[in-house]
């Protein structure tokens, strides 16, 4: 549970996050709530309110992925890729958990007034993130944390709290953020994420697959490009990997919102799934290479027609397909506008951070049970 205070300037939803480990060795991310909810009978992140003070919790035992005890390892935030979050200060206080013997005011884990050697995640600005001790950053006792930064947060980037110790976290992106972080602890080799994405194209024309006929499009060609300029860079972007040999092990294909308005884009989009996801394994000479094929979820379940025959196309495509491929919904991630930073962009899910990162565990998920890990 994390006690915070806001001020300066911050405008848009900011997500915070709590990064755990089990008694086992597993980290995993549990979102903790939007900070800038405004507290009141409606509110759903807020759980309570002390002055300036907001109280934000997450029930560890009902996530069901590990038993306690757990082990707090990094706190930190996030915002949409489509703000620019200036410069703020974020305050921090008091964690406390809450068990069977800790009684109904729980129990202090971090006051930040001893000696823990929090330090901030290094940002991608030209002015370090900044995280020190301070009377001001006080809820109780005489000092608190205070999180700052000077550089615009923009890209979805954030600052991170980070004991000294564990691996440096990326701030939440997409959906690949936290698929990234189940695939890479479920295998023991290191494992690589190439992604690809442009905003405003379709599978009908811009994604267009050989196999259906007319014009290759250009961001298919380009898809496959990158992915393969990824892998010959491999030994620059990664000297630790550069006497390994890669191998592809999973396709992850997230999109469809380009292709509702069109007729023929509507009608033939089975078909141009089924005709990508073939000529990119006869590409790559991998014909079982197991596919994820992610639901365009917007909005939730309620949609309109258009949005519902894309949904209905990629679950067939995925039955079409065979065993090797699989559909996973996402409606049910999907978080209203009222509650997410970016009303207007329903096309990017209001640029929720929950949704993203809990459309990127099933995606995960998903992948895991096709590679059999």
């Known amino acids: 549970m994390r ?5 300066k300037n911050l405008q848009f939803g900011v997500n915070m996050w709590a990064r755990l480990m089990t008694a086992k060795g597993i980290y995993r991310t549990i979102p ?7 507290d009141g009978s409606d509110a759903t992140d807020v759980i309570a309110v002390d002055g300036n003070w907001r109280l934000f919790s997450a029930d560890l035992t009902a996530l069901g992925w590990a038993e306690p005890p757990f082990e707090l390892v990094s706190v930190f935030f996030s915002t949409t890729p489509t703000n620019r979050l200036s410069d703020g200060v974020i305050h921090l206080d008091d964690i406390t958990a809450f068990g069977p013997s800790s009684g109904p005011q729980g129990g202090i884990i971090e006051g930040f007034e001893g ?8 940002n991608q600005g030209a002015a370090p993130d900044l995280a020190e001790r301070a009377r001001s950053s006080a809820r109780s006792g005489g000092l608190g944390l205070r999180f700052s930064w000077t550089v615009s947060i923009a890209n979805g980037q954030r600052g991170v709290l980070l004991p000294v110790g564990p691996s440096p976290l990326p701030a939440i992106g997409g959906p690949e953020f936290q ?3 189940l695939v890479g602890e479920a295998y023991d080799e290191p494992v690589l994420l190439i992604k690809t994405a442009w905003g405003g194209k379709s599978i009908h024309r811009d994604f267009r697959p050989p196999s259906s006929g ?12 990158e992915y393969r300029e990824g892998l010959a860079k491999l030994g620059d972007e990664f000297p630790q990997l550069a006497k390994r040999k890669p191998e592809l092990s999973g396709f992850v294909w997230f999109q469809g919102w380009n292709d509702m308005f069109d007729d023929d884009a509507l009608r033939e989009y089975e078909a141009n799934l ?3 996801i073939k000529d990119v394994r006869r590409e790559f000479r991998q014909p079982n290479l197991p596919v ?3 639901e365009l979820g917007n909005g939730g379940p ?10 209905k196309a990629q679950k067939a495509a995925a039955k079409a397909l065979g065993p090797n491929t699989t559909f996973v919904q996402t409606t049910q991630f999907a978080r209203p506008a009222k509650e997410s930073p970016n009303v207007g962009h329903g096309h990017h899910w209001y640029g929720n951070a929950e949704s993203y990162f809990l459309i990127g565990d099933a995606l995960g998920q998903a992948l895991l049970r096709l590679t059999g890990k």
């Open 3 to 7: 006690t915070t205070q806001i001020e």
């Open 32 to 38: 903790m709530g939007n900070v800038m909810e405004k």
């Open 115 to 122: 000696s823990t050697p929090w330090e901030p995640l290094a």
């Open 179 to 181: 698929l990234g972080h």
């Open 214 to 225: 007319g014009s290759t499009g250009e961001f298919y060609k380009n898809m496959l490009a």
């Open 274 to 276: 089924v005709n990508l």
């Open 292 to 294: 994820v094929i992610g």
């Open 302 to 311: 309620k949609a309109g027609n258009n949005m519902l025959t894309i949904r």
